[in-house]
């Protein structure tokens, strides 16, 4: 059986407390029912992680670090471009790009988003809530969360590496040969980029590139799409 893990800002020394929220406690004693004793793993946003154990002290929870174990394994860094979506489909998003190791997910706002951010600072700690949960749950790395971008600041902050965006009008994923450091990706929205947005893209050195003969939703293409780069240039 794997054990929980629990994510923490820094790895304490061994013989240390972890650094846990009062919430996270609760999910561990009244949610999980651990006990003295039990096992835990905790995990930095990095992926360094350790092997901890749950105690009390005068009937008060605590996790000490026991030992550093191996840290999360690593896989290609995937620079994720969604456009936003609304809600429910974004948060699925959130999840399964974590669970396939996306580094950070920046929604961008292009011509053809319907989606509106709403309380930025209120979407963005929920957002990011979302990764952090999902990479508990799978043994990752929360995917960071940017704040959204237009489709031009993207462009200007996206210069050099491979950059793709994924339409499938677009060259064969298996024409790629070289692997690269990492990857920068555009998904559209239901319905795509415009003409305008693809003739700047090109412009700005970005790739066209086919990922399915099949049109899918956006949220199931940005997972497809990342988990199929992972899959040609990454450990899967």
């Not at 669970?99 to 706002?109: D, H, Q, R, Y």
């Not at 559209?188 to 003739?199: V, Y």
């Not at 412009?203 to 199931?220: C, D, N, Y």
Request: hydrophobic fraction near 45%; include cysteine.
């Amino acid at each position: 059986m794997s054990l929980i893990r629990l994510l923490v800002p820094y790895l304490p020394n061994v013989g240390e407390r972890a650094p846990l929220e009062e919430a996270q406690y609760h999910h561990l004693i009244r949610v999980r029912r651990k006990e003295a004793g039990d096992k835990v793993i905790i995990q930095t946003p990095e992926g360094k992680r350790a092997l901890a154990e749950v105690g009390f002290l005068d009937k008060t929870p605590f996790v000490v670090c026991l030992e550093k174990i191996e840290d999360v394994a690593g896989v290609l860094p995937i620079r994720l471009y969604p456009a936003l979506l609304p809600d429910s489909t974004f948060t699925f998003l959130l999840q399964k790009a974590t669970e396939i190791g996306v580094k950070e997910i920046t929604p961008i706002i292009t011509e053809f988003t319907v989606a509106k951010v709403g309380d930025e600072k209120k979407k963005m700690l929920r957002w990011q809530k979302v990764c952090d949960e999902a990479a508990c749950q799978c043994g990752g790395v929360p995917a960071r969360v940017n704040v959204p971008l237009s489709f031009r600041e993207v462009l200007a902050k996206e210069k050099s590496g491979l950059r793709i965006l994924a339409d499938g009008s677009g060259i064969q994923l298996k024409d790629l040969s070289e692997k690269p450091e990492s990857v920068a990706l555009m998904i559209g929205p239901e319905g795509g980029h415009s003409l305008r947005e693809m003739d700047e893209a090109l412009s700005a050195g970005f790739l066209k590139v086919a990922f399915h003969p099949f049109i899918m939703r956006a949220e199931t293409a940005a997972v497809v799409c990342s988990t199929m780069l992972q899959q040609r240039f990454g450990e899967l």
